[in-house]
């Protein structure tokens, strides 16, 4: 099956430091796909490359097998790829339809189509089995942390999108929380998407994901599926850019 | 609008929007209950002290007098929403009424060229203010304490430094002066309701057509009976004789500024909770990076907030040139500003940027209006005005970061 995003020998530098050497990822439709690496490693540079906020010096970025240039989030949203920020963006004194719309709001003539978004907003949380909101139309500044994150999440999928990057969604969130927005990612993969889930914690990753990408000062150490590895070999992964057969042989893919 | 829906079409009763509306205001979103609550205070006791206070004559100035700084304050809302702030509304109103009087007395135009003139004096003078705030990046406040001294200078030079542009035009003094005939100011109001439970009725019927949660009928039934009973009583008040000598001249009907400021409060409200663009006014004010990212031209949002408040300053400019029946150097300048400012904070419009109504504009606008007529009637000088006012400008700007600080401690907003 072909990779919904693949991404080869993707460079990128800014100034004279290379940020990302040679990195190839690929993301598949209904799997949710970890994005492991310590602080500094490139997780949010490669997002960004993705995303379009940053260009890519060279390397390949195929979209459904087919080559494409996105420069632009504009592109990256119009080709169905959305990113969930670990700021969340949203506007706290808005409710929830008209985060999930802001910017793209529907409208009849000049008037916005409340009726419409109201509509297609509750029908994305119900297709997400979202409960825990009390009414649609409450402000989001009186959600709580989990309830914040899958709004931003709700707002992603709105737009039929194809692959979902969530960044560190449970950093924030107490147990109780991260359980729910883990099932929540879960569910997305479930209905189809591509998930791309970046994450420090360990359990997240192990929980809810089918490959673990490993990102090592830059370099891909190594792109496994999450059955095939133990706790310790990712953590090694991680920490060192490889474990055992896995990873990078002096820093160089092998 | 902002009655609690359920997520579950399950239709709100009275009971289940006067629980969220306390729920509400517990959590520190006062709304406009602070001015409401102001004014009935400060009427009850200006009636109680000074009887005259509660003449036809007396309410009918009301209007007259609170009209210009009202609409001053509804251009203001706009730049508040989005956390800025524009200290140069009250000499851009000033500008903008000398640029008419000029055109009208010494140039001998039309009233309708030196209206146009005037208003397009304030295009000009936002779209400045707005591109310098946006594109340069400069603090609003400074930007437009520049042009607070600038202004200044140049109502100065426009009426050749003291002396004072008289107004003769018939058309710019009737909207201050004149009334409506008093079948007019019925005619109006039974529009007016009848259009607003019209309205009301339509998008419940709508909503609940579609499964949504409408409002109860009995709600709407609330609603409309109480804007046709105040409004009939402000009706019936403004159309008493208010002349002490009507067999000279009579004097009764509904000031024409007052349907002048219901029109502006009602397009400006459309624009603020029914367009794309006032929802992204609101996105801006709430968090204006999240507005860049989903796509909203941030820049070109603060444009043209700031051309919108000083095209309302410039109308503000045209009322007090006609209540005033001339310009001079001081239209639009002293307290103008900051009664417009305090007409808005107020009135519930948030110094924080995000929250606010063209409404709070006019209820605060009328909390200033009986202070500063009320103290008048008191024989209070100027002094003991201005302290007063600051005093409750204060009040109401300390609500408001009470009320913020209560909704983050709350969670609600």
Redesign the interface.
């Known amino acids: 099956m072909t990779p919904v995003l693949e991404l080869r020998g993707i460079d990128k530098s800014f100034g004279p430091v290379q940020v990302l050497h040679d990195v190839a990822l690929s993301v598949h439709a209904g799997e949710v796909t970890a994005l492991v690496g310590d602080n500094g490693a490139g997780k949010s540079t490669l997002v960004k490359c993705v995303g379009g906020i940053h260009p890519i010096d060279s390397g390949e970025y195929l979209f459904e097998g087919k080559p494409v240039q996105v420069h632009s989030p504009r592109e990256a949203a119009a080709l169905g790829i959305e990113i969930v920020y670990q700021d969340l963006a949203l506007c706290d004194n808005l409710d929830i339809v008209q985060n999930m719309f802001l910017g793209r709001e529907h409208k009849r003539g000049i008037v916005l189509d409340e009726d419409t978004m109201e509509e297609m907003a509750a029908k994305t949380l119900e297709g997400l089995s979202v409960r825990t909101v009390k009414s649609i139309r409450q402000h989001v500044s009186s959600l709580s942390g989990g309830q914040r994150q899958t709004v931003a999440i709700a707002k992603a999928v709105l737009w039929n999108s194809k692959v979902v990057i969530l960044d560190e969604p449970t950093a924030a969130l107490g147990v109780a929380q991260t359980a729910q927005v883990l099932e929540l990612v879960r569910r997305l993969a479930d209905q189809g998407l591509a998930v791309v889930l970046i994450s420090h914690n360990m359990n997240d990753v192990f929980a809810v994901s089918d490959r673990i990408a490993a990102l090592y000062l830059g370099r891909m150490a190594a792109q496994v599926k999450t059955s095939d590895v133990t706790h310790a070999q990712v953590v090694e992964l991680i920490t060192s850019g490889r474990s055992g057969d896995l990873g990078l042989t002096n820093g160089v893919p092998a | 609008m902002t009655t609690?829906?359920?997520?579950k079409p399950e239709s709100p009763s009275i009971a289940s929007n006067v629980r969220g509306y306390a729920e509400r205001v517990r959590?520190g979103d006062m709304g406009a209950l602070p001015a409401v609550l102001g004014l009935i205070v400060l009427c009850t006791v200006f009636s109680i002290l000074r009887p005259s206070f509660l003449t036809s004559g007396n309410f009918a100035n009301l209007f007259t007098q609170g009209a210009a700084i009202t609409v001053i304050a509804m251009g203001l809302v706009f730049v508040l929403l989005l956390g800025e702030i524009d200290l140069s509304a009250g000499f851009a109103s000033g500008v903008c009424a000398a640029v008419l009087a000029i055109l009208l007395t010494d140039q001998g135009q039309p009233w309708y060229v030196a209206v146009a003139a005037a208003i397009l004096t304030g295009v000009a003078i936002g779209t400045a203010l707005g591109t310098l705030v946006a594109k340069l990046g400069i603090p609003s406040f400074v930007v437009t304490l520049a042009g607070f001294l600038g202004f200044q200078g140049l109502v100065l030079l426009l009426v050749k430094g003291g002396t004072n542009i008289s107004i003769r035009d018939e058309t710019i003094l009737a909207i201050a002066n004149k009334n409506l005939p008093p079948v007019w100011g019925w005619a109006l109001l039974i529009a007016g309701v009848v259009g607003y439970a019209a309205v009301q009725l339509l998008r419940a019927r709508?909503?609940t057509a579609?499964g949504?949660a409408a409002d109860p009928i009995s709600l709407i039934a609330l609603r409309v009976g109480a804007l046709a009973v105040l409004g009939g009583l402000a009706v019936y008040f403004l159309n008493l004789e208010r002349s002490r000598n009507a067999a000279v001249v009579s004097l009764k009907g509904v000031p024409i500024v007052v349907p002048i400021i219901v029109v502006l409060l009602l397009v400006l409200t459309f624009v603020l909770r029914?367009?794309?663009y006032g929802?992204?006014l609101?996105?801006v004010?709430?968090?204006a990076?999240?507005?860049r990212?989903?796509?909203?031209n941030v820049d070109r949002m603060k444009i043209t907030a700031f051309v919108l408040c000083s095209v309302l300053a410039s109308v503000g400019g045209i009322i007090a040139a006609s209540r005033g029946a001339s310009v001079d150097p001081n239209t639009g300048g002293s307290n103008v500003l900051l009664y417009a400012v305090g007409a808005a904070v107020i009135g519930g419009t948030s110094l924080f940027g995000?929250?606010g109504r063209v409404l709070d504009a006019v209820l605060g606008g009328a909390v200033v209006a009986v202070i500063e007529n009320g103290m008048g009637l008191m024989g209070y000088s100027s002094g003991v005005k201005y302290i007063v006012t600051g005093s409750v400008l204060l009040l109401a700007a300390s609500v408001d970061a009470l009320s913020r600080r209560r909704?983050a401690a709350t969670?609600?907003?």
Do not use: D, F, P, V
Request: cysteine-free.
């Open positions: 609690t829906i359920e997520s959590g709508k909503r579609r949504l029914r367009t794309g929802r992204h609101y996105a004010g709430g968090n990076e999240a507005a990212r989903a796509g909203i995000g929250k909704a969670g609600l907003g």
